[in-house]
């Protein structure tokens, strides 16, 4: 009977006819429910475009598609396109397990590279070779609650804010409501666990964390000193911001949602928390808008942007169909598609713009992220210090609580991660770290000029 | 005895030797297959640097001196400083030099010194044995448990399903459930603190004096030690001792009994002697578990910080291995840490065996 079971249940399985495997697209991508679903409808969209190509979805959490994507390789099944996350693009540039693009890029005349975002292009190219191309991106802008604004009377975030003005605006939201000794509604929070947060702070000061060559690591910059103190002073000493701490068991986005914080730094993802089915009753309880971040001496801003890309593993003959899917993914109906998830912003120019004019639905600013993009890049750094880093990104928690001062801590890091860059040189004198092609400061991006006469309403 | 020799082989007993090694090859298969080799394997990565994307490149035994060796460095001297309100924090001593064109600068003071290749190796080493230091104590209180569990009284059954199923409850909702309680603004241990020692005034009362708990490098690891006790003290350890103590005789609590000995007496002269196997066995599997713990702990809960505080060998091996793409020296600390294993078992049987009593 067991066995009469077992067989019968295989047979169900395995008698649908499987794909012949030259016609079937493997695309590794985040297990995200807002990803698959928008794989889904990828799938959907591509097969009315080549019905005869099945896309095999093999799905993994975002932080650690990296992790699947190197073992695939290594066990020789690697996926045809796979998503990449951006720090750890250039690690596989560096170990030529990423196919360069430019080739398909410029003999294919369907494709206009003019029609997506160059910044965000720009993420994906290293030593002069484009190797991935972005599909949904995002800058990071400041989220606020309009309603708490409203009650505290305080004036809106503009463009125009500088760090001083964020400051000054956070203090008058701090307040201990029930009495009991601790505040429990707050001006200001930016994640400092997250590197694309805090370093915005950092560029707009005119630091930089590590040489354009990466071959040094500039932690121990008076600008960068300074920044990390600054962000650390915001809950330690001016009491705008709550301790990271305090926000492990609760995130940002909720404590902005329950109405006692003011203003997060946060990417367009955050929309998704706000419009989950299960936070419907406390929007109704405010209105939320977002504003470009303030700026200092620049102004910069992190993006975050899904790439697609090839592994340089996947059979030549498959390489047309990889290239035929990711040529999709950015252009008309494969952004449309990304459109219509309405999260991260597409990196067509054309389809983006139309994301963010949507009147009468908050954010009513929504083209602030727009704006961001010429100011924006991703915050890398050398895999050589990866250890350092991340050590010295634990130490610096330790600045956040108060319990360090960033000055050490920061010329700690240099140090170590300027030795392992060092250590890395002189085992591989034969290898070069990869380079970020695009590597503009800040005080030279072209886009919209600092703003000496302040604008009294935003764009 | 040639006759004997060649029945040893015949027939039956050929037959009956073959079905028994057919029937252990399955797992031994799976031992072959995901155990040894692997592990000769890795003896192997040891000796290279090996990046995983790219074939292992042969080094000899530079992982090994990457994390075992020294090296003379200068390094920035600190000093304490103290800030009007009173806290005091450390930073780099700062001192004037001249340059080559007369203009003067300020530089960091440095001191010649004798580091390790790998400062972190040694810290994270220092982190797991600091992390041992629960295995005592849950031994303790694992024995208190079972020498009350021991008792014959109403509803004990239930007493011991109580105090079990923290160590059968899933590792990660209980390292997040800690996480809330050990939250500094509003975890349940700070206020339950503020609430009972805060009212005799041996709490403070300024919250930002409060006990950080995971987000110190001082208290992350004695909460960490709190949290295994809390989890394993009614556990395993609990259910072996209350084993042994079923089985000792009670005939020789009598003899105590009427010899006139106390309880205190009766503990340690009839009852620690008889349960030494168990014991013995809790110290040698303490330890071994002990080099090899932390890993989830620091994954679920800290990420290993606050200023890796709370990353074992474990958890820097598997950051090597799968985080930095750095197989090589993941094998070799990870071989390393095999070698320490097996000494301490060897001198835990040579030394702690002769205390053991059958």
């Given at each position: 009977?067991?066995?009469?079971?077992?067989?019968?249940?295989?047979?169900?399985?395995?008698?649908?006819?499987?794909?012949?495997?030259?016609?079937?697209?493997?695309?590794?991508?985040?297990?995200?429910?807002?990803?698959?679903?928008?794989?889904?409808?990828?799938?959907?969209?591509?097969?009315?475009?080549?019905?005869?190509?099945?896309?095999?979805?093999?799905?993994?959490?975002?932080?650690?598609?990296?992790?699947?994507?190197?073992?695939?390789?290594?066990?020789?099944?690697?996926?045809?396109?796979?998503?990449?996350?951006?720090?750890?693009?250039?690690?596989?540039?560096?170990?030529?397990?990423?196919?360069?693009?430019?080739?398909?890029?410029?003999?294919?005349?369907?494709?206009?590279?003019?029609?997506?975002?160059?910044?965000?292009?720009?993420?994906?190219?290293?030593?002069?070779?484009?190797?991935?191309?972005?599909?949904?991106?995002?800058?990071?802008?400041?989220?606020?609650?309009?309603?708490?604004?409203?009650?505290?009377?305080?004036?809106?975030?503009?463009?125009?804010?500088?760090?001083?003005?964020?400051?000054?605006?956070?203090?008058?939201?701090?307040?201990?409501?029930?009495?009991?000794?601790?505040?429990?509604?707050?001006?200001?929070?930016?994640?400092?666990?997250?590197?694309?947060?805090?370093?915005?702070?950092?560029?707009?000061?005119?630091?930089?964390?590590?040489?354009?060559?990466?071959?040094?690591?500039?932690?121990?910059?008076?600008?960068?000193?300074?920044?990390?103190?600054?962000?650390?002073?915001?809950?330690?000493?001016?009491?705008?911001?709550?301790?990271?701490?305090?926000?492990?068991?609760?995130?940002?986005?909720?404590?902005?949602?329950?109405?006692?914080?003011?203003?997060?730094?946060?990417?367009?993802?955050?929309?998704?928390?706000?419009?989950?089915?299960?936070?419907?009753?406390?929007?109704?309880?405010?209105?939320?808008?977002?504003?470009?971040?303030?700026?200092?001496?620049?102004?910069?801003?992190?993006?975050?942007?899904?790439?697609?890309?090839?592994?340089?593993?996947?059979?030549?003959?498959?390489?047309?169909?990889?290239?035929?899917?990711?040529?999709?993914?950015?252009?008309?109906?494969?952004?449309?598609?990304?459109?219509?998830?309405?999260?991260?912003?597409?990196?067509?120019?054309?389809?983006?713009?139309?994301?963010?004019?949507?009147?009468?639905?908050?954010?009513?600013?929504?083209?602030?992220?727009?704006?961001?993009?010429?100011?924006?890049?991703?915050?890398?750094?050398?895999?050589?210090?990866?250890?350092?880093?991340?050590?010295?990104?634990?130490?610096?928690?330790?600045?956040?609580?108060?319990?360090?001062?960033?000055?050490?801590?920061?010329?700690?890091?240099?140090?170590?991660?300027?030795?392992?860059?060092?250590?890395?040189?002189?085992?591989?004198p034969e290898k070069e770290l990869p380079v970020h092609t695009e590597f503009v400061p800040f005080d030279k991006r072209s886009g919209p000029a600092l703003a000496d006469a302040r604008d009294e309403t935003q764009r | 005895m040639k006759k004997y020799e060649e029945s040893r082989w015949s027939g039956g007993r050929f037959r009956e030797a073959l079905a028994g090694y057919g029937f252990i090859s399955g797992n031994f298969l799976g031992f072959l297959v995901f155990t040894s080799i692997p592990i000769v394997i890795s003896l192997y990565l040891a000796f290279t640097e090996y990046h995983v994307l790219t074939p292992p490149k042969w080094v000899g035994m530079r992982n090994f001196k990457e994390i075992l060796w020294c090296h003379y460095e200068d390094v920035p001297v600190m000093e304490k400083v103290k800030t009007a309100d009173g806290n005091e924090f450390e930073q780099i001593k700062m001192k004037t030099v001249t340059n080559p064109d007369g203009t003067t600068a300020q530089a960091a003071e440095t001191v010649r010194k004798l580091r390790p290749n790998d400062y972190n190796f040694w810290h994270y080493s220092y982190n797991t044995v600091f992390l041992m230091m629960g295995i005592p104590i849950g031994m303790a209180l694992s024995l208190s448990m079972a020498l009350i569990m021991n008792?014959?009284?109403?509803?004990?059954?239930?007493?011991?399903?109580?105090?079990?199923?923290?160590?059968?409850?899933?590792?990660?909702?209980?390292?997040?459930?800690?996480?809330?309680?050990?939250?500094?603004?509003?975890?349940?241990?700070?206020?339950?603190?503020?609430?009972?020692?805060?009212?005799?005034?041996?709490?403070?009362?300024?919250?930002?004096?409060?006990?950080?708990?995971?987000?110190?490098?001082?208290?992350?690891?004695?909460?960490?030690?709190?949290?295994?006790?809390?989890?394993?003290?009614?556990?395993?350890?609990?259910?072996?001792?209350?084993?042994?103590?079923?089985?000792?005789?009670?005939?020789?609590?009598?003899?105590?009994?009427?010899?006139?000995?106390?309880?205190?007496?009766?503990?340690?002269?009839?009852?620690?002697?008889?349960?030494?196997?168990?014991?013995?066995?809790?110290?040698?599997?303490?330890?071994?578990?002990?080099?090899?713990?932390?890993?989830?702990?620091?994954?679920?809960?800290?990420?290993?910080?606050?200023?890796?505080?709370?990353?074992?060998?474990?958890?820097?091996?598997?950051?090597?291995?799968?985080?930095?793409?750095?197989?090589?020296?993941?094998?070799?600390?990870?071989?390393?840490?095999?070698?320490?294993?097996?000494?301490?078992?060897?001198?835990?049987?040579?030394?702690?065996?002769?205390?053991?009593?059958?």
């Amino acid at each position: 009977m067991f066995v009469t079971i077992t067989m019968t249940m295989g047979w169900i399985t395995y008698s649908k006819k499987p794909h012949p495997i030259e016609k079937t697209l493997k695309v590794l991508g985040p297990s995200d429910a807002s990803y698959v679903k928008m794989q889904d409808n990828f799938n959907a969209q591509y097969k009315i475009l080549h019905p005869d190509i099945e896309i095999q979805y093999i799905s993994f959490p975002w932080n650690n598609i990296w992790r699947k994507l190197e073992f695939l390789i290594v066990a020789n099944i690697p996926p045809d396109v796979s998503n990449i996350e951006q720090p750890y693009l250039p690690q596989f540039v560096h170990m030529g397990r990423v196919e360069a693009l430019d080739e398909w890029m410029k003999n294919d005349p369907e494709f206009d590279a003019s029609s997506l975002y160059k910044r965000c292009l720009d993420e994906g190219n290293w030593n002069n070779e484009q190797y991935a191309l972005p599909y949904v991106f995002s800058p990071v802008c400041l989220w606020y609650n309009k309603t708490l604004f409203d009650r505290e009377q305080v004036a809106y975030p503009t463009r125009d804010w500088n760090l001083d003005d964020l400051v000054s605006a956070a203090e008058k939201f701090t307040r201990d409501l029930d009495g009991d000794g601790i505040p429990d509604q707050y001006g200001f929070f930016t994640n400092n666990n997250h590197w694309n947060r805090y370093s915005p702070f950092i560029w707009m000061r005119g630091g930089e964390l590590f040489s354009a060559d990466w071959k040094r690591c500039t932690f121990d910059d008076p600008n960068v000193m300074t920044s990390f103190q600054w962000l650390a002073d915001l809950a330690l000493k001016t009491k705008a911001s709550p301790k990271p701490i305090y926000l492990s068991s609760i995130t940002s986005v909720n404590l902005m949602l329950s109405g006692r914080l003011a203003m997060i730094t946060d990417t367009r993802y955050a929309m998704a928390n706000f419009y989950l089915e299960k936070n419907k009753d406390k929007i109704k309880n405010f209105v939320f808008d977002v504003s470009e971040l303030p700026h200092d001496k620049t102004r910069a801003s992190c993006f975050v942007v899904s790439e697609l890309m090839i592994p340089s593993t996947t059979a030549p003959e498959r390489k047309k169909m990889a290239w035929d899917y990711l040529k999709f993914v950015v252009g008309k109906e494969g952004q449309e598609v990304v459109a219509k998830e309405d999260q991260g912003l597409a990196t067509r120019i054309e389809t983006a713009e139309r994301m963010v004019a949507h009147p009468g639905r908050m954010p009513e600013h929504d083209r602030a992220f727009i704006d961001s993009v010429e100011y924006s890049r991703y915050c890398y750094w050398p895999f050589p210090a990866d250890e350092q880093w991340f050590a010295t990104r634990s130490d610096l928690s330790s600045v956040w609580n108060g319990q360090l001062q960033a000055e050490p801590v920061c010329r700690k890091g240099a140090a170590g991660m300027t030795k392992a860059i060092e250590d890395f040189s002189r085992f591989h004198p034969e290898k070069e770290l990869p380079v970020h092609t695009e590597f503009v400061p800040f005080d030279k991006r072209s886009g919209p000029a600092l703003a000496d006469a302040r604008d009294e309403t935003q764009r | 005895m040639k006759k004997y020799e060649e029945s040893r082989w015949s027939g039956g007993r050929f037959r009956e030797a073959l079905a028994g090694y057919g029937f252990i090859s399955g797992n031994f298969l799976g031992f072959l297959v995901f155990t040894s080799i692997p592990i000769v394997i890795s003896l192997y990565l040891a000796f290279t640097e090996y990046h995983v994307l790219t074939p292992p490149k042969w080094v000899g035994m530079r992982n090994f001196k990457e994390i075992l060796w020294c090296h003379y460095e200068d390094v920035p001297v600190m000093e304490k400083v103290k800030t009007a309100d009173g806290n005091e924090f450390e930073q780099i001593k700062m001192k004037t030099v001249t340059n080559p064109d007369g203009t003067t600068a300020q530089a960091a003071e440095t001191v010649r010194k004798l580091r390790p290749n790998d400062y972190n190796f040694w810290h994270y080493s220092y982190n797991t044995v600091f992390l041992m230091m629960g295995i005592p104590i849950g031994m303790a209180l694992s024995l208190s448990m079972a020498l009350i569990m021991n008792q014959k009284i109403r509803g004990i059954t239930f007493w011991r399903t109580i105090f079990f199923l923290p160590s059968v409850t899933a590792g990660v909702a209980v390292y997040l459930l800690w996480t809330w309680i050990y939250n500094p603004e509003q975890g349940l241990l700070n206020l339950f603190l503020h609430h009972t020692l805060g009212y005799l005034g041996l709490f403070p009362e300024d919250h930002a004096k409060w006990p950080q708990w995971l987000g110190s490098a001082n208290l992350a690891k004695p909460s960490l030690i709190l949290m295994g006790l809390w989890i394993g003290a009614g556990g395993y350890n609990m259910i072996l001792y209350l084993a042994a103590l079923q089985g000792v005789d009670p005939q020789l609590y009598e003899a105590a009994m009427i010899d006139g000995a106390t309880s205190w007496q009766k503990f340690v002269h009839v009852t620690w002697p008889l349960i030494s196997p168990t014991t013995f066995f809790i110290v040698v599997m303490g330890i071994i578990g002990g080099f090899q713990g932390g890993f989830m702990q620091a994954y679920v809960m800290t990420e290993g910080g606050p200023q890796g505080s709370t990353t074992t060998l474990s958890y820097y091996i598997f950051n090597n291995a799968f985080t930095w793409f750095n197989m090589g020296k993941a094998a070799a600390i990870a071989w390393f840490l095999f070698l320490v294993v097996f000494v301490m078992t060897i001198l835990n049987w040579r030394f702690g065996g002769k205390k053991v009593n059958y």
